[in-house]
């Protein structure tokens, strides 16, 4: 059993089926980061990918969520191993890696993640944050059991080999991106697009049958709720960027004249 310190809430919760409700953190900013993980969320993407998000913010924001329930989960731009090496050692426990295509992709990142034996994560943890510079003394023991990898499903191809990524073993869910999937189905900046929908709800129904957790961002309640409701076991439900433009767009137009901005369609 890991200390408190080293056990992943997060991980366990996605394994026993409980659903877990997120927030999409693009603002790659600390002190906005530490106000969402008061606001009550299960987990919060920090996203290396399209916010613009370097290593030391990233620790900045791991920093300033850890005294909140929230779960920080990383996104690094791109599934190498050297960035999910300083991810982890900068004390990430949870990552979501985009752009995954082929089962030996899938395990080359659980090695990834994992120190030897099972992988080639390089060792130097105990001069990193990650075991607290030496002071959780059983991190080794612990750490390749409580590291939580999330893949991304995304494009034909890795629709192609769902179930293959899915099954592999030390890959804990599957995230389908319904941004980069509409656009390699065809249909670029139509997530809701029926083609894109019912892959989508396939692709939940696949996950699951391999015993994995499906997870996906959906900012419109409906679609979030619907996909839910089908067993999405991740669900990022906004984001902290697009939540603030809605806001204060809204809050001037009441002042300034004009209506409300628009509920628009789920831009993911
Ligand atoms: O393709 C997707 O969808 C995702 O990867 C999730 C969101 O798009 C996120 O990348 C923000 O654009």
Redesign the pocket.
Known sequence: MAPEMLANTFKSALKDGQQQIGL?L?MADPYSAEICAGSGFDWLLL?G??SPLDLRTMLAQLQSVAPYPAHAVVRPPIGDPVLIKQMLDIGAQSLLI?MVETPQQAEMLVRATRYPPQGFRGVGAGIARAARWGRLDTYMDHANGEVCLLL?V?TRAGLDNLEAIAATEGVDGV?L?????SASLGHPGQ?QHPEVVDAMEKAIAIILGCGKAPG??ATDEAVATGYLALGARFVAVG?DALLLVKATQDLARRFKGGAPSATTASP?
């Open positions: 999409w693009a996203d990918e399209h985009p991304q995304e995230f991106g319904a941004a980069d999937l997530p996906l961002l984001v993911y």
